[in-house]
């Protein structure tokens, strides 16, 4: 039994016969998928880069790489599963060996489909074209690029690039320009500017006209008066007090001298 895939799996009966009977003896086959799983890594427009991975990709000493131009009606008739591929469609083939993990196919046409495998060949079948594939995949070419095109596109993406960075440089510029101003008014609010200390006019505070300043002020030159006042009066009374004492100091030097003069007299009498 050749070329058996997972849905292959099931009970058997087996019959043997010969010239002394017949035996009957039934089985359970189970076929296991082969973990080998194929992909596109890079799709250009004349060239697809394919890797594989699974734990069955060191079981074959080589592989092989098959791929054929599909149109849009054999997409849907083209399976990506296991297979065996013959005469009937012509692959361009490639042996690689078990150790690589990639491979890259030059030479494709832009715009069209593809159909690409991993495989190996199958000595049981005699046709030398027979290979056993164990992943395929189907991919589509990249659209072919002009010389115009590209510099078009080139030049879109400078253009882009180019005003993102002014963009980005005005917000930069504001941002420092706001921080900045934002710094000089807290500075010169903490120190002020020598130039701005001697240009400022400094004010007494005897000359700041507030209304609880002018109160207490008119009250302690009131007080101040009346204390005036009252020194002045008294200074009145002392002196008229004083000229009072005067005069009647001589009033009386003159009678103790009219005294004085009457007893003289009497002596001498």
């Not at 000089?184 to 609880?212: G, R, V």
Request: a negative charge; hydrophobic letters at 40%.
């Amino acid at each position: 039994m050749f070329h058996l895939k997972p849905k292959d799996s099931g009970v058997y009966k087996c019959m043997a016969e010969n010239r002394h009977g017949i035996a009957l003896s039934s089985m359970e086959l189970l076929v296991n998928d082969i973990d080998l799983h194929l992909f596109a890594l890079n799709v250009a427009s004349t060239s697809v880069t394919l890797v594989w991975n699974g734990t069955a990709r060191n079981l074959f000493p080589e592989y092989q790489i098959l791929y054929h131009r599909i149109d849009a009606n054999a997409v849907n008739a083209s399976a990506s599963t296991a297979g065996t591929t013959g005469s009937a469609t012509k692959y361009e083939t490639v042996t690689i060996q078990h150790f690589l993990r990639s491979y890259t196919i030059n030479n494709l046409m832009p715009e069209h489909k593809y159909k690409m495998c991993i495989a190996i060949r199958d000595d049981d079948i005699a046709d030398i074209s027979a290979n056993l594939q164990l992943s395929c995949t189907i991919v589509q070419t990249a659209p072919a690029y002009t010389v115009g095109s590209m510099t078009g596109h080139v030049s879109n993406m400078a253009v882009a690039l180019t005003l993102s960075v002014f963009v980005l440089m005005l917000f930069v510029i504001c941002f420092s320009f706001c921080a900045a101003r934002q710094y000089n008014k807290k500075f010169q609010y903490e120190t002020p500017h020598k130039a701005l200390i001697d240009n400022m006019i400094i004010i007494p505070m005897d000359n700041i006209c507030s209304p609880l300043i002018a109160a207490n002020h008119h009250h302690n030159s009131g007080s101040g008066a009346n204390h005036t006042t009252a020194a002045i009066d008294h200074s009145n009374t002392n002196t008229i007090a004083a000229n009072n004492g005067v005069t009647n100091g001589d009033d009386t030097d003159e009678d103790n001298a009219i005294v004085t003069t009457a007893l003289t007299a009497e002596e001498v009498i």
